[in-house]
């Protein structure tokens, strides 16, 4: 089920201007600022179990023609998961169906949305402060009411400024009845609200979700666990962070007490530079996002799948470094001249030659992010493809180059790009951004006449480069298709029609085979 559209941030209220103004900062940019962090926020919510348009009909039971209600009579079991499917508000209203559905909604394991507790005056429009104590009080009269456990719970459109005692409450009522599923959002304002610590308690959790929190000192808990060094979660399977204040060591304490996690995932990473280490026997996909990185250092990860890396934040070069990943699979997007990539205790550069030990031959996609008018950057697209020499998928996003720093011609390429994977390996591309320079046109020239196994090429240009298909298609005939190494290729190209935004949600999903394609 897709998630709903997110309720839009209103406005600063009076204290939190007083408070921008006071930092020196623009209220209205502040603003602009929390509302797209609240768009990045909401749309990489996972997805609720239960249908948020879902209502329980006020029509009479069915029943047959001789009176009977044999939907009351199925087994309890299938009432539980009847009960279990419906909204929270609905889930408790079938209590009053008959006595046969009166306990059923006691002894489910509930799904709770604060969404559906918001009064109905209230539905339609986008949350205020002033509603904070209705909504309040009505998530804890549901947690007080049902005994558990939870499967799963979203707290995710509240203002819990001025509510921090009722949080903690919450937390320590989630912790006792057992909550399997928590997301857990506070809405801005302000961004560094403190997360209740007891939030280390819950053991039972198989995913978690924090958003825009201050995240607990985990300074002086023993590595591994909470309070007598036992496990801190020992069921997390998924653990997202988006817009979280907290520092490296309190991240490794999280990792080091998660032994069975298979997905992690970081968004708006604060309080960095983040230096990651992975070491996880159950680990499959990673993803780091809009977040200021230093190192991320892959140290023992047996079944990791996929690393994905978007847009890291303040330009600062960032060190990659495998050193035991054999099942990877899917990795990107890198970026030359960001990224320095480092592969068994070798950093990779131009002047290497790439011999076994610095290879990673389970990676079958990989996807760049490469500035064609930046000399040493392109120079680098050979000696990655050649750590990587089973990739049978290349995804490359052009980057505005805003001053070139060296002629990019097809002599270039012809000197610098002979690429094993590219002539024998290479059956897809997908070229994004493209904006018609020599440069770019120069490089798909010489890619085309070179990949031999070639089956599919897509093409999509930058927004505002081309006015028309036709346009578009006319500077692709500079490729000379007769010339192409490939007899089997087919080429698509698209005029971009939206900015680039990279799905957060759609590169966790380990369903989608390839995330990095464009269509």
């Not at 046969?100 to 394991?109: F, I, N, S």
């Not at 209230?122 to 007080?144: F, K, Q, W, Y």
């Not at 002086?220 to 496990?231: I, K």
Request: glycine content about 6%.
């Amino acid at each position: 089920m897709a998630n709903q559209n997110p309720w839009p941030f209103v406005h600063l209220d009076a204290r939190a201007v007083a408070e921008a103004l006071s930092r020196g900062q623009d209220p209205q940019a502040v603003e602009q600022g929390t509302s797209a962090v609240l768009y990045y926020l909401y749309t990489s919510v996972p997805d609720l179990p239960v249908s948020a348009n879902a209502c329980l009909s006020a029509l009479p039971l069915p029943t047959s023609a001789d009176g009977v209600d044999r939907i009351s009579a199925l087994p309890s079991g299938i009432l539980r998961e009847i009960v279990s499917r419906l909204p929270i508000k609905d889930a408790a209203r079938t209590a009053v169906l008959s006595k046969r559905w009166l306990p059923v909604w006691r002894d489910t394991p509930l799904v709770l949305d604060d969404t559906n507790l918001r009064p109905r005056a209230l539905a339609g429009r986008a949350p205020v402060r002033a509603d904070a104590p209705v909504l309040t009080a009505a998530i804890t009269r549901v947690l007080a009411a049902h005994p558990g456990p939870f499967r799963v719970v979203y707290l995710i459109r509240s203002y819990m400024d001025g509510h921090q005692q009722q949080l903690a409450h919450w937390i320590r009522m989630l912790a006792a009845k057992g909550v399997e599923e928590l997301v857990l959002v506070n809405r801005p304002y302000p961004i560094d609200m403190p997360l209740p610590a007891t939030i280390l308690n819950i053991a039972t959790l198989t995913r978690l979700f924090i958003g825009v929190w201050k995240f607990p000192d985990t300074t002086g808990l023993p590595r591994g666990g909470c309070g007598g060094g036992a496990t801190l979660f020992p069921h997390l399977r998924e653990l997202i962070v988006c817009c979280v204040s907290m520092e490296n060591r309190d991240m490794d304490f999280l990792l080091a007490g998660s032994p069975v996690l298979e997905t992690l995932g970081i968004q708006g990473y604060k309080k960095g530079p983040l230096c990651l280490r992975l070491v996880g026997q159950r680990l499959q996909c990673v993803q780091i996002c809009l977040s200021i990185v230093e190192t991320i250092t892959v140290v023992n990860a047996p079944l990791l799948e996929r690393l994905i890396l978007w847009n890291s934040l303040d330009g600062s070069c960032i060190r990659l470094k495998i050193d035991h990943a054999p099942k990877l699979r899917l990795l990107g997007y890198l970026e030359p001249g960001i990224h320095t990539l480092e592969m068994h205790n070798t950093v990779i550069n131009t002047r290497k030659v790439v011999t076994p030990s610095t290879m990673a031959p389970s990676v079958k996609a990989l996807a760049l992010r490469l500035r064609f008018g930046v000399r040493n950057d392109a120079k680098m697209l050979p000696a990655f493809l050649g750590c990587f020499p089973n990739t049978d998928t290349l995804h490359i996003v052009s980057e505005k180059t805003f001053e070139a720093t060296g002629k990019l011609n097809l002599k270039f390429w012809q000197e610098n790009g002979l690429i094993k994977s590219l002539q024998s390996r290479i059956k897809g591309m997908s070229f994004c951004e493209f904006r018609g320079d020599r440069s770019e046109l120069d490089f798909l020239k010489f890619f085309m006449k070179n990949a031999r196994v070639l089956e599919k090429v897509d093409i999509k240009s930058a927004m505002g480069c081309f006015t028309s298909i036709d346009e578009l298609q006319s500077k692709i005939l500079a490729l000379d298709p007769d010339n192409w190494a490939s007899d089997n290729c087919t080429l698509a190209v698209y005029i971009g029609s939206v900015p680039e935004c990279w799905n957060f949600r759609r590169g966790l999903d380990v369903s989608v085979g390839d995330p990095f394609a464009p269509y």
